[in-house]
C-alpha cells in the first residue's frame, strides 16, 4: 500500500517538473520572439538634415596700418568746433573747425544752428497745400513704425533725426486740417528770427576757419606715426625693414595739430607672415580681416605683395583696402585676424559616419522608411562635426576646399584628418548588407551625400536598404 502511494507521488511529481520544464520554454521562445520583432520595428533611430556651413581657416598677426596722411595745424588761439565728423570727407580749402574766444560762443553758435534748422522745418510745413490728409496719415504711420524700431534697437544716433521728421509730419497734419494754424507758425518764425539776431550780436566777430590743405577724410586723432613708413614705398617693405617700425614710433607733442587729413581711400596693411602659413599665401588672394580694437565686421582686403629676404627666413605681406571707416581711419598698429582659407560644405555629425564592407566612408541617410547608405568625401574635420563636399569627386574642381576669394591647392583636403577607428566601431553592424547596384566587378555603388539629406545620426544594426520605420 506504501509502495503504491509513493509511486503515485513520484508520477506527480514527474508531471510537475515536465509541465515546469515546458512552460519555462515557452516563455524563453516567446521572450525571442518578442525581442527580434522590438528590435526590427524600433530602431530608435535620430536623423539631422545636411546642411551647407563654412569653417574658416584663421591666422593672428601684428600689422601696421600705412596710409596717405597729412597733418593739420593751426596756431590761433582759442576754443575748436569740428564742423566734420571722423572720416568724413572734406574738400581742398573746405572748413575743417572754427576757433571761438571761448565756450560760451560756442554755445551761442550751437544755438544759432538750431534756430535755422527749426526756421527751415517750419516753413516746409508753410507750403502744404493741395495735399489729402490721409496721405500724412500713412506718412505718419510709417514714420512712427520706424521711430519705434530706432528705439527698440537703441539706436541714438538716428533717434532725434528720425523724431524731428515725425514731428514735422504732425505739424504738416495741423495746417491741413486747420488754416489758422497758419499763423501760429509764422508767429514762431518771426520770433526765433528775431532771436537769431539778438545772439549774433552777443557772437561780436566772426569764428576763425581752419581749412584743409588738401582733399581727403579727416580724423582729430594723431599717434605721430604718420610719417611712419613711405606711402608710395609700402609695397615694397622688406623684413629688415618691417623690423625696425617699433623703434621709429613716436609720440606728438606739438599742441597745434588739429588732426590729419588721410588723402586716400586706399591704405595698407603690412605684415610679418608666419613661416609656416606662407604655402597658404599668393599675390591677389582676398582675405577677411578682423580688428581687435574694434567690434566691426570683417573687412576684405587683397594681397598686393610678398617680399622675402634671402638673409633671413621671414617674409613681409602688404594687404590693401580701400574702406575709410571711422572704426578703420585711425587703426595703426593691431593685432589681426585673417581669415586666410575657407571650406563650404555640408556639416554632418562625426556620430553619423559608417563604413561599409569595402571600408568605404559614409552615411546612411532616411528615404521615406528606408535606410540608404551614401558616400561622403571630406574637405575638413573637427572632434564634433565633418564638412563634407558638395559634389562627387569626379565632378569636383580645385575649389572644392578654396580660399576668401579662388581656388587653393590640390593639397588642401590632405590637410583634413579622417575620422579615427572609433567612429567605425560606431556602427558595429552597420555594414551594407545590399548593393544599390553593381558593376561588371561585382563591386557596390553608392551616391553620394545631397543637400537636406536626412542623415541618421543614432542607429543600430543599420544596413542598406533596411526597413527602420
Known amino acids: 500500500m506504501e509502495d503504491r502511494l509513493k509511486r503515485k507521488r513520484r508520477r506527480k511529481i514527474r508531471r510537475i517538473v515536465t509541465k515546469s520544464i515546458l512552460y519555462c520554454f515557452i516563455i524563453a521562445v516567446g521572450a525571442f520572439v518578442v525581442f527580434q520583432v522590438y528590435r526590427a520595428v524600433d530602431t530608435n533611430i535620430s536623423t539631422e538634415p545636411a546642411i551647407e556651413h563654412v569653417m574658416y581657416q584663421t591666422i593672428n598677426v601684428d600689422g601696421y596700418a600705412v596710409r596717405n596722411e597729412e597733418i593739420v595745424t593751426d596756431q590761433n588761439q582759442g576754443v575748436r568746433c569740428f564742423e566734420v565728423d571722423t572720416a568724413q570727407r572734406v574738400e581742398k580749402n573746405g572748413t575743417i573747425a572754427l576757433i571761438f574766444p571761448d565756450e560760451s560762443a560756442i554755445q551761442i553758435k550751437d544755438r544759432i544752428s538750431e534756430i535755422d534748422n527749426e526756421i527751415n522745418n517750419l516753413e516746409q510745413i508753410g507750403y502744404v497745400t493741395g495735399i489729402e490728409p490721409s496721405v500724412i496719415d500713412k506718412q505718419i504711420d510709417e514714420k512712427l513704425n520706424e521711430f519705434i524700431q530706432i528705439t527698440n534697437r537703441r539706436n541714438l544716433q538716428n533717434v532725434d533725426s528720425a523724431g524731428e521728421e515725425l514731428l514735422q509730419l504732425f505739424n504738416k497734419r495741423q495746417v491741413l486740417t486747420n488754416d489758422e494754424n497758419v499763423n501760429i507758425f509764422e508767429s514762431r518764425i518771426k520770433a526765433l528770427n528775431e532771436e537769431k539776431q539778438s545772439l549774433q550780436q552777443q557772437m561780436g566777430t566772426s569764428p576763425v576757419q581752419i581749412t584743409a590743405g588738401s582733399a581727403g577724410y579727416f580724423s582729430t586723432q594723431t599717434d605721430g606715426c604718420e610719417g611712419l613708413v613711405n606711402y608710395a614705398d609700402v609695397t615694397d617693405m622688406t623684413v629688415d625693414e618691417f623690423a625696425l617700425l617699433p623703434e621709429k614710433i613716436q609720440t606728438n607733442t606739438d599742441t597745434n ?134 559634389e562627387a569627386p569626379e565632378e569636383q574642381t580645385d575649389d572644392t576646399s578654396q580660399d576668401n576669394t579662388s581656388s587653393s591647392q590640390p593639397d588642401d583636403t590632405s590637410q583634413t584628418s579622417s575620422p579615427g577607428s572609433d567612429q567605425s566601431s560606431s556602427g558595429d553592424g552597420s555594414d551594407s548588407s545590399e548593393e544599390d547596384f553593381e558593376d561588371e566587378d561585382d563591386t557596390p555603388k553608392y551616391e553620394y551625400l545631397s543637400l537636406y539629406d536626412e542623415v541618421i545620426v543614432e542607429g543600430k544594426d543599420l544596413s542598406n536598404g533596411k526597413i527602420v520605420s
Open 257 to 390: 595739430i588739429v588732426g590729419k587729413i588721410v588723402k586716400d581711400y586706399t591704405w595698407y596693411l603690412v605684415f610679418e607672415i608666419p613661416q609656416e602659413n606662407l604655402p597658404d599665401f599668393y599675390k591677389g588672394m582676398v582675405v577677411d580681416a578682423k580688428f581687435s580694437s574694434n567690434d566691426t565686421e570683417s573687412v576684405p582686403m587683397t594681397l598686393v605683395s610678398i617680399n622675402s629676404s634671402k638673409n633671413s627666413s621671414g617674409s613681409i605681406g602688404v594687404l590693401k583696402c580701400t574702406n575709410i571707416t571711422p572704426e578703420l581711419i585711425n587703426i595703426r598698429r593691431q593685432t589681426v585676424q585673417l581669415n586666410i582659407k575657407s571650406y563650404k560644405g555640408l556639416r554632418i555629425s562625426t556620430k553619423a559616419i559608417r563604413f561599409d564592407q569595402d571600408d568605404n566612408m559614409g552615411v546612411y541617410v532616411l528615404e521615406g522608411n528606408m535606410a540608404v547608405f551614401k558616400l561622403i568625401d571630406p574637405i575638413y574635420t573637427t572632434d564634433s562635426f565633418v564638412l563634407c563636399s558638395t
